[in-house]
């Protein structure tokens, strides 16, 4: 049942706000700033023992770990990072018992990640699952975990539960940063941010006009480059990943960083650029990295919390706390890719070759 939606993309895109909230409910203690996580089986001690993560995924999940890892350096000073568990499971890697590894899925049967999962447990490693599907075969065999709560999710592109996955990471965080070094403070600071996502995401969401015209003034593109530096990075990278396979249309994600070492010798007017432009400590490098897109006629649209001027659009976010702005960044993304899509008269919930789980290597 799509409730009056033409797709199940475009009704999961437009659930966030409620997914959101539920996979918040019941879990904020305010009274010690933190967050608990029932499914964890990490107490106190095990937790402070940790000294490196290593998050594994596909596809979309994999760029919601990136954020994650991101979430869990910034919050909780462990250091961490993702990797595609179809890599990670093939390159022998060392397997050290200080080390929590983390397994992202939608659906919980992704056969690389569950081969990943199972090859760590042969090897005496703790892992934990952050899973939608709930009793799913990665939750079944992760040692405890969390569930991510969006719900069904039908549409073979991910969107709702990119979010949700993203905000159980920085539940995640959290928790493990207030019992490690982050302040009180901090972590009230970090619920009232995730609090107020709900209400920021329906914002998003009621600009979808907007978006669909933006969306057609970019349809001409042969290919588009979508730049984004350390938080805004893997934001860059889904939306690459959602514009491509729903619509077919080329796409590359590079940190803005890396244009000059080689990516900016594509750039023309036939090239768009999607800028994500947060307003953090990283705002004026943005800008300066605009700036040699357009001395190369390059065409840019921002995203943002503020109109940049350097872009010749802006679709404007609101601003949450600066460790919580790639939840709400990439939304309006999944939009543009969406009516893309539509206006080229592509099958979104069903884009050709893909499968919703691939549950074969
Ligand atoms: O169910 P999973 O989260 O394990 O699936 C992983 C990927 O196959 C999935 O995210 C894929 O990249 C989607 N088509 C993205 O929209």
Same mark, same amino acid.
């Given at each position: ?7 199940? #993309?475009?009704?999961?895109? =437009? ?10 409910? *019941? ?108 009793? =799913? ?7 405890? *975990? ?52 709900? $209400? ?39 939306? =690459? ?16 960083? $890396? ?11 036939? #090239? ?17 990295? #605009? ?5 190369? =006629? ?45 206006? #080229? *008269? ?16």
């Amino acid at each position: 049942d799509m409730g009056g939606h033409d797709t199940y #993309m475009h009704k999961e895109i =437009s659930e966030q706000a409620d997914a959101v909230d539920r996979v918040l409910r *019941g879990r904020i203690d305010d009274r010690f700033s933190t967050v608990h996580l029932g499914g964890l089986n990490l107490d106190a001690r095990e937790a402070r023992g940790v000294r490196r993560i290593k998050i594994l995924g596909c596809g979309t999940s994999y760029h919601a770990g990136q954020i994650g890892a991101q979430l869990i350096e910034e919050l909780a000073r462990i250091p961490a990072d993702a990797e595609p568990a179809s890599e990670f499971r093939y390159r022998n890697p060392v397997v050290d018992p200080d080390t929590l590894y983390v397994a992202v899925s939608q659906s919980g049967e992704t056969y690389d990640v569950l081969a990943a999962v199972q090859e760590l447990k042969r090897k005496g490693a703790r892992v934990l699952g952050v899973v939608n599907v709930v009793g =799913s075969a990665i939750a079944r065999e992760a040692d405890g *975990g969390t569930y991510v709560h969006a719900g069904p999710e039908v549409c073979v592109v991910s969107t709702k539960c990119f979010t949700n996955t993203v905000v159980a990471f920085a539940l995640l965080a959290l928790h493990l940063g207030r019992i490690r070094d982050l302040s009180v403070a901090d972590g009230k600071r970090i619920i009232d941010g995730l609090r107020r996502l709900p $209400e920021q995401i329906s914002e998003i969401l009621a600009g979808e006009d907007e978006i669909k015209r933006l969306a057609a003034e970019y349809a001409d593109a042969k290919s588009m480059m979508f730049i984004g530096r350390v938080r805004g990075y893997p934001v860059a990278r889904e939306a =690459s990943l959602k514009l491509k396979e729903v619509s077919y249309i080329h796409a590359e994600a590079y940190p803005a960083s $890396e244009l000059k070492h080689g990516p900016l010798a594509l750039i023309e007017p036939a #090239m768009p650029t999607v800028a994500i432009v947060p307003d953090d400590d990283l705002l004026e490098k943005n800008r300066a990295a #605009m700036e040699e897109i357009k001395a190369r =006629s390059g065409r840019i649209l921002a995203v943002a919390h503020q109109v940049q001027e350097k872009a010749d659009h802006t679709i404007v976010v609101p601003k949450n706390e600066n460790e919580l702005d790639p939840i709400l960044m990439g939304i309006p993304l999944q939009l543009f890719a969406y009516h893309t899509a539509l206006a #080229m *008269g592509r099958d979104i919930d069903k884009p050709r070759n893909l499968a919703k789980s691939v549950t074969v290597e």
